[in-house]
């Protein structure tokens, strides 16, 4: 646990620094602390106060969007994964259960995969890119999102790749692009028909 999930945590409970100190017995200087500073890791036994306040949100935790290149050789890795990669020109591919896959890619670096989607566009350039490979696993939920995470989002016969943020709407979510040309977009939860979240990238093969 790292202080980005502090922050996570912090965001979708809706609490500040104060009212989260409370709920784990710490100074809000402390869990300040760790807000700010995203990539220092939380000790195991705070992480136990978390896990007993806010059991939910470890049951996603290991879908995160760190990114990990994976080598393609056979035998890169001690226990390899194979995935199944679409390419997708539109809504009916990615929600197609038995479209034909293009390929298969190694996922050991992000085990969580079920799926791995050819990126499409520019909306994530710099961290994955169009044609790279973004490894994915269905998301289900709509009253629970990992906030800053990257998400493949169907809606009203599009492909959406974005980051997740929370909306002023409780009702909607905020889509966010990597590249400051691309607006955000406001997307009710009732218009999302399928959402998957990406918690791997795998670069060009």
């Not at 896990?51 to 226990?79: H, L």
């Amino acid at each position: 646990m790292k202080g980005l999930d502090v922050k996570r945590i912090m965001i979708n409970y809706n609490l500040s620094l104060t009212e989260l100190a409370t709920k784990i017995n710490k100074s809000p200087q402390q869990v300040g602390r760790w807000v700010n500073n995203p990539e220092t890791n939380v000790s195991h036994s705070v992480r136990k106060q978390f896990q007993t306040v806010y059991p939910e949100y470890f049951k996603y935790e290991s879908q995160t969007t760190d990114i990990a290149i994976v080598r393609e050789e056979p035998g890169a890795f001690n226990q390899a994964k194979y995935i199944d990669v679409i390419e997708v020109t539109n809504s009916k591919d990615i929600m197609n259960k038995n479209l034909k896959p293009v390929g298969k890619v190694d996922v050991s670096d992000f085990l969580d995969s079920e799926r791995g989607i050819i990126m499409q566009g520019d909306a994530l350039s710099g961290v994955i890119n169009g044609g790279d490979i973004a490894g994915t696993k269905v998301w289900t939920r709509r009253d629970f999102f990992l906030w800053g995470s990257m998400y493949v989002i169907v809606s009203d016969g599009h492909v959406i790749f974005r980051i997740v943020k929370p909306s002023e709407d409780k009702d909607s979510i905020t889509l966010i692009s990597t590249k400051d040309t691309y607006d955000p977009i406001t997307l009710p939860k009732s218009a999302i028909d399928e959402m998957y979240i990406i918690n791997g990238g795998i670069v060009k093969y």
